[in-house]
């Protein structure tokens, strides 16, 4: 397998996790892990189930002090290079301990760390400070827990109690979600509703001018490789530049107010016919996907930096009820050993100290309960293919060989491969990270050439879903990496109706290097919104491929929240910041 890796420019987070400038009673910081430390939690790591998600963090480090009153204060940072998440428990010397997910506010600026007194040490920036903020009635901690904001601010804002919060969901994703939890037979209800009222519900097919004026094209990006290149006039709602008249098919488009982002458009029937009639693993493509609408967003990734949030609620940590489980796995809450996140907090929400910096955000993937095998070989081993997800350093479920990975390392690089065993070594390189089923291309070692993943024309081979009679034309999402003119790009597709196989022929008209599912089936679960600062300059504007996807965000008393930035959501998403 080809591994895809795009080294974004810009300086390493520092590593040094101790703060040198600390004396008398402030503590000397907490070291990285030593050799012996990091080989034990890597072993446990690597065991068939471990108790809790803490223990799918290989790098942490703790602190421990004791206070006058004779309470037991521990510090953890969750992965001291990553510098974002930590974990402080309080256990008082009388009564109930207390565990906290702390989210540093500014990761490049500041590091925490414990004093021996038991304050927390707050170092960067030029300066320092201590807070302690488990004191007073009400303490910090106390306003912090009460606030009901998914990040309340404490330390002079400097950090954040992530606080466990309702997620958003739309009308249709709850009716389905009820249907599924509450019907006898619900899920079969469910693909009866999508293949009877939902099949091609979305289907988008634009008129097309042969004779049309484009505009000017992205050069950097050329053309993707079709036979026919008419004028599109699509119900995109992004703006581009250049394309008053309509967007040429195939041409690449700067987005208006937000540099390094470009966007396509075209129908799979105008691909090169070389693509198409080649016998390399593909289906042939139907009449209906010929000619739907596929809207294409280009990312520069020398300008931006990729991040992974997971939802309130999806995906799951428990067992998905595709796979047949054996023996000891009845005994175990999910495939990894645990099915809560805690003590950890999953809020479905950027940070607000990065949203001045938002660009875009994507939704994920499939939920836990769609995202392992029911049928192939797949479903036989590795409990089933679960598809796993890391945020901030920390794993939340395995990633699993075989498995489609787009991932990000400590210093920036956003790379997308087919996982192995000895990616594992990885682990403690990574930022972040979603797996979703198999490759939908990837290059072929030998030839060079980008063909379709072995498994696009197998409906229970490549986990496709669809509908349950194998019925795979629906609307779905997906990305790819891609280099074109020196310059990296991530690329995200929203496919209106269409397989698989026309998801694998698209990307390989455009070039991908590697490409692979995100989600399917409604414009909630494909949602992408590009922002670009609003007219004032307080807010973000949020342009949508399309109106159904706007239609998903939130009511506020202004008008529309924007999913997963102004407000938090119960599914998982991508996010793109603009870099300092």
Known sequence: ???????????????????????????????????????????????????????????RVSQDAVTEAGDTIRLTSLHPDVNRWYLLEITPSEGQARSYHLENADAKAWTLSLTGSGELFIAGAGSEETCVPWDGAPSQLNKAEA??????????????????VSGNRTNREAVSDFLRENVVFGDKLVNLIKGTFFED???????????????????????????????????????????????????????????????SVMKPAYISQDILTARNGANWLDGVEQNADVYLVAFDLAQFELGYELGTDHPALGWSSRPQRSGADWNLPGPDGFNRPDPLVRNGMLSPSL????????AGGFKRDHGAYRFSDYATFNKGHHYGFISNGVTFSRLIPNLATLYVTLDGEVGMKTWTEADNAMIPELRYARQNGVPLVERDPETGEVVPGDRVNSW?????????????????????????????????????????????????????????????NSPELTYLAVYKQNAAGDGLDAMHLNRYMAESDPWGDDGRIPRFVGFADNRDFFYLLRKE
Do not use: H
Request: aromatic residues 8%; contains cysteine.
């Open 1 to 59: 397998m080809i591994e895809i890796r795009a080294r974004v420019a810009g300086a390493v987070m520092a590593t040094a996790f101790c703060l040198g400038g600390a004396t008398g009673a402030l503590a000397q910081g907490t070291p990285a892990p030593d050799t012996e430390t990091r080989a034990a939690q890597m072993e446990t790591y690597a065991e068939p189930s471990v108790p809790s998600v803490v223990e799918f963090a290989p790098m």
């Open 147 to 164: 606030s009901g904001l998914p990040y309340a601010p404490i330390c002079s804002q400097k950090i954040f109690v992530r606080n466990r």
């Open 201 to 263: 519900a979305f289907l988008e097919d634009a008129e097309a001018v042969d004779d049309g004026d484009a505009g000017d094209a992205v050069a950097a990006l050329g053309m993707a490789r079709l036979d026919r290149q008419p004028i599109i006039r699509p119900n995109m709602s992004i703006e581009v530049e250049g394309a008053d008249g309509g967007m040429e098919a195939g041409a690449w488009y700067a987005v208006s107010g937000v540099e390094g982002a470009f966007a």
């Open 355 to 362: 949203t001045g910096r938002a660009v875009a955000a994507f």
């Open 460 to 520: 229970g081979g490549g986990n496709w879903s669809g509908s349950a009679d194998a019925q795979l034309r629906t609307l779905r999402s997906g990305a790819c990496i891609r280099r074109a003119g020196g310059r990296t790009f991530l690329l995200y597709g929203y496919f209106s109706s269409v397989t698989p196989s026309a998801q694998a022929r698209v990307f390989q008209a455009y070039g991908c290097d590697y490409g692979m599912l995100l989600d399917m």
